[in-house]
């Protein structure tokens, strides 16, 4: 049997190198031989983009997978500067999936109390990052633990086509994003994620079991699909004295591999 082949006698199918990555590398290979020196500024998006048969989107990735590195430097108006041959260390998150970002634990349930759609005023519409007026269905609840312990408030917000999400919600484990892919084919190319505090009243503090004027943590949660649009923002409201969120950092060298977080 041929070293290529599997126990079953089939040739195994090797992992293909994403098309940004052999660019970066290239680009990487140059610059360590000088061909592009500190201080040298790389060839243009549109030179690249000629040199490699890519699209702009691709060759953008390649460059923001030197700059993650310490490698370049992108300037607006100027062009790619070549700051350092060698990745710097830098202190890492890694995080394989968005399902170990943030999450809740398994044994707890989103508990849907109201739904419907609404337009974003002005205030909202900062928190969600969209115009004025843009139409959303909404989704709000208490996300409790299977003892009926509440954990947190939960608005929703998915576009108008996502509405009937609301059906698979209640007293699911999973997170509504990945609801939303399972049930639409949906697909994440990026996550924001903002932390704010805020006081619990009316409503909220009653389903919470806490006094009105209460504390409370923000998780505000932004979910972009592959062509850049925002399809979902959850913000969930916790007390502020019944939640803690522990960060590990490993010092390590930058990688586009995996999911990574920026300031």
């Not at 409201?237 to 977080?261: C, I, K």
Request: aromatic share 8%; glycine share 6%; proline share 6%.
């Amino acid at each position: 049997m041929s070293a290529m082949q599997g126990l079953n006698g089939d040739t195994p199918k090797l992992k293909r190198e994403p098309i940004y990555r052999k660019i970066s590398n290239d680009l990487l290979v140059s610059i360590r031989d000088g061909v592009f020196p500190v201080g040298a500024l790389l060839p243009g998006e549109l030179d690249l983009i000629e040199r490699y048969k890519s699209s702009r989107h691709t060759v953008r990735e390649a460059l923001r997978v030197l700059e993650d590195m310490g490698i370049v430097r992108r300037q607006r108006g100027r062009g790619t500067l070549v700051i350092s041959p060698v990745a710097r260390p830098a202190f890492l998150q890694t995080v394989r999936s968005p399902s170990e970002l943030l999450s809740y634990p398994p044994d707890s349930a989103l508990r849907v109390m109201s739904e419907g759609s609404i337009r974003a005023d002005a205030a909202l519409s900062t928190r969600l990052c969209c115009a004025p007026e843009t139409e959303w269905y909404r989704v709000s609840g208490v996300r409790t633990f299977a003892t009926g312990i509440p954990v947190c408030w939960t608005d929703v917000y998915v576009v108008p086509e996502y509405h009937k999400i609301s059906r698979h919600i209640t007293n699911s484990s999973r997170p509504v994003y990945e609801l939303i892919v399972a049930t639409f084919g949906e697909d994440i190319s990026k996550i924001n994620i903002e932390i704010f505090a805020n006081v619990l009243e009316g409503q909220r503090a009653q389903a919470l079991n806490v006094p009105e004027g209460t504390l409370s943590l923000c998780l505000c949660r932004r979910y972009e699909g592959k062509d850049g649009r925002l399809f979902e923002v959850s913000i969930s409201e916790h007390p502020a004295s019944n939640f803690s969120y522990s960060f590990e950092f490993n010092r390590g060298w930058q990688s586009a591999d995996h999911w990574t977080s920026s300031k």
